[in-house]
């Protein structure tokens, strides 16, 4: 009995040995099966990510389905090979209505072929847009990098000289960037509104389509028209007036400035207010006038300013 259990015991053991040795590897490979599926699956979604986000990077910031990755407005950089030579700018201002009607032409030069011509421009409605040489195809917006493109049918050709015009209108809004409107209490009690301008580092192209990068330089040319209770001043000094400056017989003047050193779009300037000034000169052989403009219920509070500015003594 002893015997026989033994053998039976025995048997037992070596059945529950072998069931151990036949099932020990099926488990592991049980296991080895899960782990190949769990890192299959994981593989694919790593893949599918990545696709993904390479579809994304490649459509973001297009404005048009047929935009290809050699079309020069996805950089964000204006190409260099349309360089603008003189600003020809010419704004009408209502500040009962607070909108701006305008124009620019650019004269630029063609420094490589080119079928684009690419400024910027943000916030404003642009009416129409022609080039001197050559037949504009198509005109958009591309709206990420505060581009417009005008594509032309054929390439331009290097060294030549172009005129670009754009008409364009835009409202005076309250933030202080691009040609904004602004406005302080007199001592009446009454609100009184004026247009004035904060170009730096980048929304002149808030105020006009331009080359709005520094390295852009250019001369500037400007006309600002408004009502004729109002003055004009920018950079240069004016050169003329026209319409009716003592408003007797209208009720606008177009103030024209002078053409304007050499400089980049960020700091041009101008206002249209009801400010008035004292002026001073710096003396000397190179004597410099120098102005001091502020609302006229401050005027007889300048001139420390004046001094300091170099203007009085």
């Known amino acids: 009995m002893s015997g026989a259990s033994s053998d039976k015991h025995e048997k037992i053991r070596l059945v529950d040995e072998n069931h151990e040795i036949d099932w020990k590897p099926r488990r592991r490979n049980r296991v080895r099966n899960r782990r190949a599926v769990f890192v299959v699956c994981l593989a694919i979604v790593v893949v599918g990510v990545i696709a993904a986000a390479v579809a994304l990077g490649t459509t973001v910031g297009r404005s048009s389905s047929s935009s290809t990755a050699d079309d020069p407005w996805l950089n964000v950089r204006l190409p260099s090979n349309i360089q603008p030579r003189t600003y020809d700018l010419s704004l009408t201002v ?32 642009i009416s129409s847009a022609t080039v001197s ?79 709005d990068e520094p390295a852009f330089k250019a001369n500037f040319t400007i006309h ?74 401050v005027l007889n509070k300048t001139s420390l300013a004046l001094k300091v500015g170099g203007g009085g003594s």
């Not at 500040?95 to 943000?122: D, E, N, R």
């Not at 609100?191 to 929304?203: G, H, K, M, R, W």
């Not at 710096?282 to 004597?287: E, L, M, W």
């Open 94 to 125: 209502d500040l009962g209505k607070f909108t701006v009607q305008g124009s620019v032409t650019i004269a630029a030069s063609v420094q490589a072929a080119t079928p684009y011509i690419i400024v910027h421009a943000l916030d404003m409605d």
């Open 133 to 211: 040489s050559g037949s504009v195809s198509k005109l958009f917006f591309y709206s990420e990098n505060q581009f417009y493109v005008i594509a032309m049918k054929e390439a331009l050709p290097a060294g030549q000289s172009i005129t670009i015009t754009l008409n364009f209108n835009y409202n005076l809004t309250s933030g202080l960037s691009g040609f904004y409107r602004s406005s302080y209490n007199t001592i009446s009690g009454t609100t009184a509104y004026l247009a004035t301008t904060q170009f730096e580092p980048t929304d002149a192209r808030r105020a006009f389509p331009c080359f």
């Open 224 to 297: 600002l028209t408004h009502d004729c209770h109002y003055t004009a001043v920018s950079n240069m000094p004016v050169s003329s007036t026209s319409g009716d400056p003592t408003c007797t017989a209208g009720n606008t003047v177009t103030t024209n400035f002078q053409t304007s050193v050499k400089m980049s779009t960020y700091l041009v300037a101008f206002i249209v207010s009801q400010f008035q000034y004292i002026n001073g000169s710096t003396g000397g052989n190179n004597s410099v006038e120098v102005s001091v403009w502020s609302n006229p219920d």
